[in-house]
């Protein structure tokens, strides 16, 4: 069993709609895991029927019981995110001067323990909600961010071993990730021990930036990664430069998808693009994946 | 004044918006501040290509353990929410990966074992380019926390300036880090059903945090009325829209400032700059 995961460095470059397609490719041979998990989309495609739905529960946030509250400010002197508000900006409870913002609050503590009067509360916190169902292509793992809420790179890492196990438990051959922009933590929660990573940019200046460091993360993380490029006639030159920096990096090309609009129509009909053409742009995708399932058995991880 | 640009979706546009609003409003004669908060992907400079005159380090706090004093009671490690410190034996080891630097266990050792001391995280680089101030901060590779960097861009945001921030995709701590304390948000989207599920997203987070805020519907096409519906359905108002050009595509991609390489669209940050100007004063 192998895991994929999709990703790009930079937002917007077709990760999803070619992990749906993929998804459509692999028939049956797969778990999805849609670990975009504040931003998810995969599920508009793939249509999942939940069966299971848990609630994640991850980390704290202080909460001051006012009516104890002996307004020393001890916990304002103590946060260091600014989540304590004083009187003079915010009033709770009449002649209490010190309360929580629940947004800038990241869960420490340190009020929660220092405080004389023993008067914060610190309850567990449900970020959010994560799901098994089932799609016309098979098992799907996904979720959904509380709003504003934290914690998204654990969320993405239990949304990744439960596709994992149940990849197992069915052997199949991948579970197919499809991941986060950028490079930070919910991305590192998808890439880590990874056996690939299929980097998807765009021929512009910003994907060939975005591109060399999500290159680099692989790299460190020491993920072997693929490149492909989607919508690489739009600027031919910036494709070939974006080819040579992969080859010069070592890392393996997985072919180049035109610009099509039946990528975006197909999307508006809630299609992959593998279903909704057969030619074009969906030749370009299943050569694609041809290139990274041939490569991923080859990778000794 | 804070204008944040922010979007759910990536690869909506914020950053066009962003740089080219900023570059409308340097012609107009304003004090203008460009703030990069996307610090995992940065890629304002790619456009305002700025001269950087300043440079910093950011870093976070991370506890250190004096071995000789430590007696590994223990009474950091539970205290820890992040699990950045373990016991190992007699010995507490420190996780500065998992550490998000709030100082707890050092003020709460019972035998005063644990000082602090600095880990970078990336860069905060500033400059100008034209009349625009800018402003970026650039993550380390490995790095997972970005808001702590998010908040040292921010520092630099200037009462005297319209600072114009360009926020990260999603909807998670990153961008909450990064529009926090706006005066306004500009939500940029795209006519499709990813760009509008992660508009609706988007939408959730800022009601949360109840700051005023606008839609600009970029790559509208004409006879697509997709994001007026939901814009309707979700009472809320679109205050540009950006026509889906190839030429606007392909300026992009080299790099381009789309206000000076495609005609006619000046017209549109007018009109984005005068509905933010009503709404930020009303």
Known sequence: ?301 | MNIAIASGKGGTGKTTVSTNLSLFLGEMGEKVRYLDCDVEEPNGHLFLKPEILQSHAAVIPIPVIDEKTCNACGACVRFCEYKALIRLGKKVMVFPELCHGCGGCTLLCPSFAISEQTKEIGFVESGISGSIGFVHGRLNIGEAMSPPLIRKVLEQATKEAINIIDAPPGTSCPVIASIRNADFVVLVTEPTPFGLNDLGLALDMIQELRIPHGIVVNRAETGNTDAEVFCEKRQVKIIAQIPDDRRIAESYSRGEMILTAVPGIRERFAELWRSIRKQVQA
Not at chain 1, 255 to 273: C, I, M, N, P, S
Request: proline content about 3%; overall charge negative.
């Open chain 1, 1 to 301: 069993m192998k895991e994929i995961v999709i990703i790009s460095g930079k937002g917007g470059t077709g990760k999803t709609s070619i992990a749906a397609s993929f998804a459509a490719l692999a028939n049956g041979n797969a778990v999805m895991a849609d670990c975009d998990v504040d931003a998810a989309d995969l599920h508009l495609i793939l249509k999942p029927e939940i069966g299971l739905r848990s609630e994640f529960r991850s980390g704290h946030k202080a909460a001051i019981r006012p009516e104890n509250c002996i307004g020393c400010g001890k916990c304002a002197e103590v946060c260091r995110f600014g989540a304590v508000r004083d009187g003079t900006t915010w009033v709770a409870y009449p002649g209490v001067t010190y309360s929580i913002d629940p947004i800038a609050c990241e869960g420490c503590g340190v009020c929660v323990s220092l405080c004389p009067a023993r008067t914060i509360d610190f309850p567990e916190e449900i970020c959010g909600e994560w799901y098994v169902s089932t799609t016309r292509f098979g098992t799907m793992v996904h979720a959904k961010l509380g709003i504003a809420a934290e914690n998204s790179g654990k969320l993405v890492t239990l949304v990744r071993s439960e596709a994992k196990r149940l990849a197992q438990e069915q052997e199949a051959d991948y579970v197919l990730i499809d991941g986060s922009p950028g490079i930070g933590c919910p991305v590192i929660a998808s890439l880590t021990a990874a056996n690939l990573a299929l980097i998807v940019t765009e021929p512009t200046v910003s994907g060939d930036h975005d591109l060399r460091r999500i290159v680099s993360l692989t790299k460190q993380l020491r993920v072997p990664a693929m490149v492909c490029v989607n919508k690489w006639d739009i600027n031919i030159a910036a494709t070939e430069m974006i080819k040579d920096f992969a080859q010069s990096q070592g890392i393996g090309f997985a072919g180049l998808v035109r610009y099509d609009k039946a990528v975006t129509q197909a999307q508006r009909k809630l299609e992959t693009v593998t279903e909704f053409c057969s030619e074009g742009v969906a030749v370009d995708i299943q050569s694609i994946w041809n290139a990274v399932t041939k490569a991923i058995w080859q990778y000794d991880t």
